[in-house]
């Protein structure tokens, strides 16, 4: 298949090398349940950055390039859920594949750095846990949509889930909720729960930000991680920056 032999092209004498070696930009995702922030922290931690001088790209899942938007309008409407929560990780894991190859690779390329909200992390959680898809699919779809591409650092935005229902209802205004919002309080703690122990599992990539304070304040939090994971050089803290 054309991906694998794009793929095994790529590979060194040992193996894939780490994403890292091949890219130079660095490759920040956001996590978490609904209403927990990730679209104002992205967007803030973006400007963040630029304002040290380094490029960014922002994007987002599903969607992200023009395939991939095309799909997130199918599975968001709730036009997919009577196929079920296999058909639903294939359509995420295909949007994934398109915004991969589209979007992030080519920037990460550059030696942009790529602030995504949402990635692979949300199909193990949504899907996998929540949907109870076979973690063979799970992880099948994730080889072929993604291949060696892991997140350098993937921030887990965790907010009790009463706290994150109240901020859904003021931010919907009257919009009615989208396929996945409309779950019960009980999904919600549940995926909460999982994207916790997904953390847990994997301490070098993910680190799980307390989402109940003030915007600056998970912002603040934020910077902090990103430079003592991405230190030295790179984004250097500034005096304000050190304010706590
Ligand atoms: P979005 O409007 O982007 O919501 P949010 O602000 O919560 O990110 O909707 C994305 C929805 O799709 C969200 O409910 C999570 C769900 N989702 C999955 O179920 N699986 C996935 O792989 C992805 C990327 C998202």
Not at 46 to 52: G, M, P, S
Not at 78 to 104: N, Q, S, W, Y
Not at 136 to 148: F, P
Not at 169 to 179: F, K, L
Request: some cysteine; overall charge neutral.
């Amino acid at each position: 298949m054309a991906l694998q032999s794009k793929k095994r092209a790529s590979e060194g004498p040992d193996g894939p090398p780490a994403r890292s070696e091949r890219s130079p930009g660095k490759f920040i995702t956001f996590e978490g349940g609904e209403g927990t922030g990730k679209s104002t922290q992205v967007a803030m931690l973006a400007l963040r950055l630029e304002a040290h001088g380094i490029a960014v790209l922002v994007t987002r899942e599903p969607g992200g390039s023009p395939g991939a938007e095309i799909i997130r309008h199918v599975l968001l409407s709730g036009a997919a859920k009577p196929l079920g929560p296999d058909a639903e990780a294939m359509l995420f894991a295909a949007a994934r594949e398109d915004h991969v190859r589209c979007t992030i690779k080519p920037a990460l390329d550059s030696g942009k750095w790529v602030v995504c909200d949402r990635f692979a992390d949300s199909t193990r959680v949504y899907q996998g846990v929540l949907g109870q898809v076979d973690q063979r699919l799970i992880n099948g779809l994730e080889r072929v949509s993604i291949g060696d591409l892991s997140p350098d650092l993937t921030l887990v935005l965790d907010l009790p889930v009463e706290a994150a229902f109240e901020r859904r209802t003021r931010r919907r205004g009257g919009a009615a909720p989208d396929r996945f919002e409309a779950e019960d309080l009980e999904f919600h703690q549940k995926l909460r729960q999982a994207y916790l122990a997904l953390a847990a599992r994997e301490p070098h990539r993910c680190v799980v930000i307390d989402a109940g304070t003030s915007k600056e304040e998970v912002a603040k939090q934020i910077w902090r991680v990103v430079n003592s994971r991405f230190d030295p050089g790179m984004a250097p803290l500034t005096a304000e920056d050190l304010v706590s």
